[in-house]
C-alpha cells in the first residue's frame, strides 16, 4: 500500500494492476487532504492506512482506477466502504456529483497521464 500525496505515474499504475488485479487498481481518495492510498486487495485496507494516518472516514471514498482506460472510465465509483446512510450514500457507487467531481480533479492532479 501506498499513500499518493504527490504525482503517480500511469506506469506505476500499471505495475501495480499487473501485481493485483490485472488491469485495475483499488484506491481510496480523501476528499479533505487531497491524497490517495492506493495497491492494496481491499479498500478498508486504505481507509484505515489513511484513518491511521489522520483522516476523517466521511472525506474517504473508495474508487477504482484503471489505467489502460483513457477518458471518464479511468475511475470507477465503486466500493463497500461507499455504503454510507448517514452521509445520504445509500449505493456502493458515490451518489452525490459533485463529490464525484471532487474526487476526480484529486485523482486528475494525482496522477500524471
Known amino acids: 500500500m ?15 494492476a499487473k501485481n493485483s488485479f490485472g488491469n485495475m487498481v483499488k484506491a481510496v481518495v480523501d476528499i479533505e487532504k487531497e491524497i490517495i ?10 481507509e ?13 471514498w473508495g474508487i477504482n482506477l484503471y489505467p489502460d482506460i483513457p ?11 461507499n455504503i454510507r446512510p448517514s452521509q445520504g450514500n ?4 458515490v451518489d452525490s456529483k459533485e463529490t464525484q467531481e471532487l474526487i476526480a480533479q484529486i485523482v486528475n492532479k494525482l496522477v500524471q497521464k
Open 71 to 81: 477518458g471518464e472510465d479511468f475511475v470507477e465509483y465503486d466500493s463497500m466502504i
Open 2 to 16: 501506498k499513500i499518493v500525496n504527490t504525482q503517480i505515474t500511469l506506469d506505476e499504475l500499471k505495475e501495480m
Open 90 to 93: 445509500l449505493s456502493r457507487g
Open 48 to 60: 484505515s492506512l489513511l484513518i491511521e494516518k489522520g483522516s476523517r472516514q466521511n472525506d474517504l
Open 37 to 46: 492510498a492506493v495497491d492494496a486487495e481491499l479498500h478498508a485496507d486504505e
